[in-house]
């Protein structure tokens, strides 16, 4: 099993920066890769960005060059850094972390709000 913690998040003002956290326990060698997905109100859950255990990396098309994910593998945790937000990028962010194998499974944190005013 994987459990995932998340801190971070918060208000922040249109053009701002935050930075969310997942920290990930239990079974950290299975770990496939790592990210974080969003969902605002009254929208779909869309992907973010995430890592694979090899360092590859993947964004969504509207926080390509805005958002930058990263890792710290001594501490088991993925950083979203977040810079110039927009009001259209609030929403619950949820960290995920696939593991296991051959069949993947899925872990989640449990979400941390990001709200960015105009």
Known sequence: ???LVESGGGL????GSLRVSCAASGS?????AMGWYR??????????AAITSGGST???DSVKGRF?????????T?????????PEDTAVYSCFAEWGGPILK?????GTQVTVSS
């Open 12 to 15: 922040v003002q249109a053009g």
């Open 58 to 60: 993947n964004y969504a």
């Open 78 to 86: 993925v950083y979203l850094q977040m810079n110039s937000l927009k």
């Open 106 to 110: 899925r872990s989640w944190g449990q």
């Open 39 to 48: 969902q605002a109100p009254g929208k779909q859950r869309e992907l973010v």
């Open 68 to 76: 930058t994910i990263s890792r710290d593998n001594a501490k088991n």
């Open 28 to 32: 950290i060698v299975s770990i496939n």
């Open 1 to 3: 099993q994987v459990q």
